[in-house]
């Protein structure tokens, strides 16, 4: 969320950055309403001041023995008591209406965001190895399924499209990835693993940004919590509420999780195999750090993503994304797509934010810096590290031989029982 006294004084710099996101402006309705809110304040005040300064009257006038000049006041301040709980009524709707129409803009891109419409416009900042020499190559479910290992129909049976089944040496090797990420992102990268809740509360999705406005998206119990997303919505909630001190920063934490998403929209995507999914597992990447170091960090989480696939031996690139296709959230992302011989493209496999400040406001969560000054919001960030089911197709595309088994990358085999080849 953005800050309502920085849109004041900064309301064309506002609008300018929601056009190169391709969104309305909304400066001047939002210091209308802010302005409104002030104005409404400025008369409760006025009206509980005449009460204090009423309250003191009837004493002047008892003790002066004016009783008809004290009842007055008293019904005066009978009807400011009213008048009072009323204003706070308003004020508190008037709150609430402000809080709203802030919620749903999206943040402010960097400057070095590419400016465009959709995906077209986003910039490729690097290529790291090599596509691998195949021959008749194809698709993971086609693979998957020739083995036995990946039942599509089975879980259409059980839960509808958008699940898969894996059985046998395919469901050890997801498992085996997510092991990996884990180890590595854990010993070597100074995450700390946590397990967190799956089932949220809505001022834990609005913290991170997927309420309101992406309600839809979601899948809702009726107990009126959410399944998450992704592991960054209670990663990062973690720090809700909260004062840091600074030298408890950066805080870094990871977590393997299962993902709920409805896909509202993706009707016709990517209908065939596990690209996208309803459930999927996850290895997510979270920062919490000062504004000094959030672009720093930003850097570190990609190159810490990065290294799974250098592991895993996979050729991929990286891209920044343009102001149209970025998240709502963000200020800069950079997608990491893997290469997929099967589908002849480059598929996201991770995608790594700096939020700034902007979801640290939605759940207050600041930290005092080392001089003992004023309490600030905190910056976030947020990364898959990466998704384990993305993983399996890359690595089983990547890795096919033309007799249909997949050869087990080096890195993965002491976390498949040394197993070299799945056929």
């Given at each position: 969320?953005?800050?309502?006294?920085?849109?004041?004084?900064?309301?064309?710099?506002?609008?300018?950055?929601?056009?190169?996101?391709?969104?309305?402006?909304?400066?001047?309705?939002?210091?209308?309403r802010d302005d409104?809110?002030?104005?409404?304040?400025?008369?409760?005040?006025?009206?509980?001041?005449?009460?204090?300064?009423?309250?003191?009257?009837?004493?002047?006038?008892?003790?002066?023995?004016?009783?008809?000049?004290?009842?007055?006041?008293?019904?005066?301040?009978?009807?400011?008591?009213?008048?009072?709980?009323?204003?706070?009524?308003?004020?508190?709707?008037?709150?609430?209406?402000?809080?709203?129409?802030?919620?749903?803009?999206?943040?402010?891109?960097?400057?070095?965001?590419?400016?465009?419409?959709?995906?077209?416009?986003?910039?490729?900042?690097?290529?790291?190895?090599?596509?691998?020499?195949?021959?008749?190559?194809?698709?993971?479910?086609?693979?998957?399924?020739?083995?036995?290992?990946?039942?599509?129909?089975?879980?259409?049976?059980?839960?509808?499209?958008?699940?898969?089944?894996?059985?046998?040496?395919?469901a050890r090797l997801?498992?085996?990835?997510?092991?990996?990420?884990?180890?590595?992102?854990?010993?070597?990268?100074?995450?700390?693993?946590?397990?967190?809740?799956?089932?949220?509360?809505?001022?834990?999705?609005?913290?991170?940004?997927?309420?309101?406005?992406?309600?839809?998206?979601?899948?809702?119990?009726?107990?009126?919590?959410?399944?998450?997303?992704?592991?960054?919505?209670?990663?990062?909630?973690?720090?809700?509420?909260?004062?840091?001190?600074?030298?408890?920063?950066?805080?870094?934490?990871?977590?393997?999780?299962?993902?709920?998403?409805?896909?509202?929209?993706?009707?016709?995507?990517?209908?065939?195999g596990m690209l996208?999914?309803?459930?999927?597992?996850?290895?997510?990447?979270?920062?919490?750090?000062?504004?000094?170091?959030?672009?720093?960090?930003?850097?570190?989480?990609?190159?810490?993503?990065?290294?799974?696939?250098?592991?895993?031996?996979?050729?991929?690139?990286?891209?920044?994304?343009?102001?149209?296709?970025?998240?709502?959230?963000?200020?800069?992302?950079?997608?990491?797509?893997?290469?997929?011989?099967?589908?002849?493209?480059?598929?996201?496999?991770?995608?790594?934010?700096?939020?700034?400040?902007?979801?640290?406001?939605?759940?207050?969560?600041?930290?005092?810096?080392?001089?003992?000054?004023?309490?600030?919001?905190?910056?976030?960030?947020?990364?898959?590290?990466?998704?384990?089911?993305?993983?399996?197709?890359?690595?089983?595309?990547?890795?096919?031989?033309?007799?249909?088994?997949?050869?087990?990358?080096?890195?993965?085999?002491?976390?498949?029982?040394?197993?070299?080849?799945?056929?």
């Open positions: 969320m953005l800050d309502m006294k920085w849109i004041r004084d900064h309301a064309d710099q506002l609008d300018d950055a929601l056009a190169k996101r391709g969104a309305e402006p909304v400066a001047k309705d939002l210091i209308a409104e809110r002030r104005g409404h304040v400025q008369r409760l005040q006025d009206l509980q001041a005449r009460r204090n300064a009423a309250s003191k009257e009837i004493g002047k006038a008892k003790a002066s023995g004016d009783e008809a000049a004290a009842q007055k006041v008293i019904e005066e301040i009978a009807e400011l008591k009213s008048a009072i709980q009323t204003g706070e009524d308003e004020e508190r709707r008037l709150d609430a209406a402000l809080t709203d129409a802030l919620a749903i803009v999206p943040n402010m891109p960097l400057d070095d965001v590419p400016m465009g419409a959709d995906e077209a416009a986003n910039r490729e900042e690097r290529r790291i190895g090599e596509k691998p020499p195949l021959n008749d190559v194809k698709q993971h479910f086609e693979i998957g399924e020739a083995l036995g290992l990946m039942d599509f129909e089975t879980a259409a049976k059980l839960s509808g499209s958008r699940f898969v089944v894996l059985k046998g040496q395919l997801e498992r085996a990835l997510g092991q990996f990420m884990l180890d590595l992102h854990t010993s070597e990268h100074g995450y700390t693993e946590v397990i967190p809740p799956l089932l949220v509360r809505d001022k834990v999705l609005f913290g991170t940004g997927q309420l309101p406005k992406f309600a839809e998206d979601q899948f809702r119990t009726t107990d009126d919590r959410w399944l998450i997303p992704t592991a960054e919505v209670p990663l990062t909630n973690l720090v809700r509420e909260q004062i840091i001190a600074a030298d408890e920063l950066p805080m870094r934490v990871t977590a393997l999780t299962p993902c709920f998403r409805s896909e509202a929209g993706s009707a016709g995507k990517d209908t065939r996208r999914q309803h459930q999927f597992n996850k290895v997510e990447l979270v920062s919490i750090t000062t504004p000094e170091k959030s672009i720093e960090e930003h850097e570190r989480m990609t190159a810490c993503a990065e290294e799974v696939l250098k592991r895993l031996g996979l050729h991929y690139r990286v891209m920044t994304l343009s102001t149209g296709d970025m998240g709502f959230g963000a200020r800069k992302t950079y997608d990491i797509e893997a290469w997929l011989p099967g589908q002849g493209a480059y598929r996201e496999i991770s995608s790594c934010s700096v939020c700034g400040d902007f979801q640290a406001r939605r759940m207050n969560a600041r930290y005092r810096p080392a001089d003992g000054s004023s309490p600030q919001f905190v910056h976030t960030l947020n990364g898959s590290g990466v998704a384990t089911g993305r993983a399996l197709i890359a690595v089983m595309e990547n890795y096919q031989n033309e007799d249909g088994s997949i050869t087990v990358p080096e890195v993965l085999q002491p976390y498949m029982g040394g197993t070299e080849r799945i056929g």
